[in-house]
């Protein structure tokens, strides 16, 4: 074990700060078990190596990671659905009747760690739309080299694809692999997936017309949520909309966004003018 | 809400009994098909019904497609919960009337997840 | 590892499926239904004398068992962790034989998805080991939970093609404590 117990302490103030979930002590089994992989992609030896390295440089991405790492057991697919509803019932007709038949519509998922968003939205679209994989680009970026790869890879595993992914929907655009699950390279073919740290200069993609960047601005201080939020709206067409979190909004950080209510969810959308 | 959790093992209707409670079901249980017929034919009418599938007597396929020939059952949600997990089978449980399917190993999370694609969270339903 | 089926056309497992997946199931199980710190840990340890197996059958273009066997303490400590909360005061031979039947049916199953199929699974078997049919056609994990050997062991049902010698020396040889 090379986990301290300063290192513990510090991992769950950090843990309580951000998701306020209680790590009871005894936990340190788990947080070795969840954060060795973090350590180990950051070329780190161990936790407690990865705890001093992000005391001593904190750093917004490698937080999320932790935080992120001790709070889920796996991504799940449709919880917290309502961003995803809002695209077939709202988002996309109002694109679609907005946009000429051969332009494509372009769909970015800012933080898509495993794949799990993107390959949703491509699923959304393809039972929505019959000619979705010429009609639509889905471009999916992550910090993490190694989430960018699985997002590529498109293979899941039987508790990941068991995490709120509907059952007509896992047969539907998935194969078995082995013990995994693939997704249909219809799909893959969908989804284009790169590096891509938010909090500095964006590289050039899009214009999008949709853009979901959930759960990540919680990480930042208010300075670098209005920069993200900034270079994300000069990377969208000026109709397009923005989901954010749950737990996020533009209200208080950056007011050229006007806030749409869809059904249970939010939405955002550039003010005209700014 | 209530559950009738369908399985031959007394360690896994006790798992999955005590998530379901968890999320605010009653529940009752029942070790295999033709019991749970029987309780449903008694009166017991509830509102989510979890399936396994390898049972002795009546296996969980026999049971959704019992329970998809009687109009009186419609209402009810058939969720299987079986360590069957070849492609094939989740297709033939579907087809058989079988609304949802989680695959043994699972996580009340995993459980909760399903439960909320189906509209079916009673904490969820209360709002 | 070869792909060659034998004379009769026969697909031996070592073939269908290699000792990481096996390995990969039974963790999953374990972190899913015993416990998210739960890690069975992939060394070997000796099995103690009175050990207790369950198993599930499994039909299809690959016949055979998927048999877990432990000590009858372990199988024990095991059923106490699977029902958490919910477990007897005392356990009898009945809850356990149930839990550990049931933690071999989610590994049978899952193994027997990843093997070519369609082909239909068993109702848990508990008791002592069925014995292994041909030391060729098996494939065998050893592993520790909580510091006590495990065994997961996918063994063909069908005995081997006739050869020269004979494969039925060793009555008592058994699949998981050989």
């Known amino acids: 074990m090379t986990l301290t117990t300063t290192s513990f302490d510090w991992v769950r103030q950090l843990v309580h700060r951000e998701s306020a979930i209680v790590l009871a002590p005894g936990k340190e089994y788990l947080v070795e078990a969840r954060l ?76 898509c760690s495993s794949g799990q968003e993107p390959y949703t939205i491509a699923m959304l679209l393809e039972d929505a739309m019959p000619n979705a994989s010429t009609r639509v680009a889905i471009t999916a970026t992550d910090l993490s080299r190694e989430m960018v790869e699985r997002t590529r890879a498109g293979r899941f595993s039987q508790l990941e694809v068991n995490r709120g992914l509907p059952a007509a929907m896992l047969v539907r655009h998935f194969t078995r692999a082995g013990t995994e699950w693939q997704v249909s390279p219809s799909l893959r073919r969908m989804v284009t997936a790169s590096e891509c740290n938010l909090a500095a200069p964006l590289p050039r993609m899009g214009p999008f017309d949709v853009v979901y960047l959930r759960n990540v601005l919680i990480y930042f201080d208010l300075p670098t949520k209005q920069a993200i939020l900034r270079r994300v709206r000069a990377l969208m067409r000026p109709d397009g909309w923005l989901f954010l979190g749950a737990a996020e909004t533009t209200l208080g950080v950056d ?20 | 809400m209530r559950a ?9 209707r006790r798992i999955v009994s005590s998530a379901l409670e968890g999320f605010g079901y009653e529940t009752r249980q029942a070790g295999h098909g033709r019991e749970a017929l029987d309780v449903l034919q008694e009166g017991y009418a509830p509102d989510l019904c979890t399936i396994d599938w390898n049972m002795p007597v009546m296996d969980g396929l026999q049971f959704v497609s ?58 969820e339903a209360v709002l | 590892m070869t792909l060659a089926p034998d004379v009769a056309g026969r697909l031996a497992i070592p073939s269908l499926i290699d000792e990481a997946t096996v390995e990969a199931i039974a963790g999953e199980a ?41 000590g009858r303490q372990t199988a024990a400590e095991l059923t106490r962790a699977l029902l958490a909360e919910a477990a007897p ?16 049916n989610v590994v ?40 006590q050997p495990l065994v997961v062991s996918v063994q063909g049902a069908l005995p081997s093609l006739p050869v020269p010698h004979d494969q039925h020396q060793h009555p008592h040889q058994n699949g998981a404590s050989q």
């Open chain 1, 36 to 111: 060795l992989p973090i350590a180990r992609s950051m070329g780190l030896p161990d936790v407690g190596q990865l705890v001093d390295s992000v005391r001593t440089r904190p750093s917004p991405e490698s937080t999320r990671r932790i935080v992120e790492a001790l709070t889920t057991n796996e991504t799940s697919w449709f919880r917290d659905g309502d961003p995803f509803t809002a695209l077939t019932s709202t988002v996309l007709p109002s694109l679609l009747s907005g946009r000429g038949p051969a332009e494509r519509l372009q769909i970015w998922s800012a933080a």
């Open chain 1, 255 to 274: 007011d050229s966004w006007e806030r749409v209510v869809i059904g249970r969810s939010s939405a955002y959308r550039p003010l005209k003018g700014n």
């Open chain 2, 4 to 12: 009738l959790v369908i399985d031959d093992s007394r360690a896994m």
């Open chain 2, 66 to 123: 019992a329970v998809r020939a009687n109009p009186a059952w419609r209402a009810l949600t058939l969720m299987m919960v079986t360590s069957e997990s070849e492609q094939g089978q989740i297709v033939r449980a579907l087809a058989a009337g079988a609304h949802e399917y989680v695959i043994k190993p699972f996580t009340a999370d995993a459980l909760r997840d399903k439960l909320a694609l189906l509209g079916m969270l009673p904490e």
């Open chain 3, 30 to 70: 374990w972190i899913a239904l015993v416990g998210e710190d739960e890690v069975l840990v992939p060394l070997p340890g000796d099995l103690p004398e009175d050990t207790l197996s369950a198993w599930v059958d499994v039909v299809g273009p690959w016949t055979g068992s998927v048999v877990l066997t432990t």
């Open chain 3, 89 to 104: 005061e005392l356990l009898d031979h009945e809850d356990v034989a149930d839990a550990f039947g049931e933690i071999a």
């Open chain 3, 108 to 147: 049978g199953g899952n193994v027997k998805a990843a093997l070519p199929g369609p082909s239909t699974l068993g109702l848990p078997e508990v008791g002592p080991a069925p014995a292994v049919r041909n030391p060729e056609d098996v494939c065998r994990i050893e592993v520790l939970w909580r510091g």
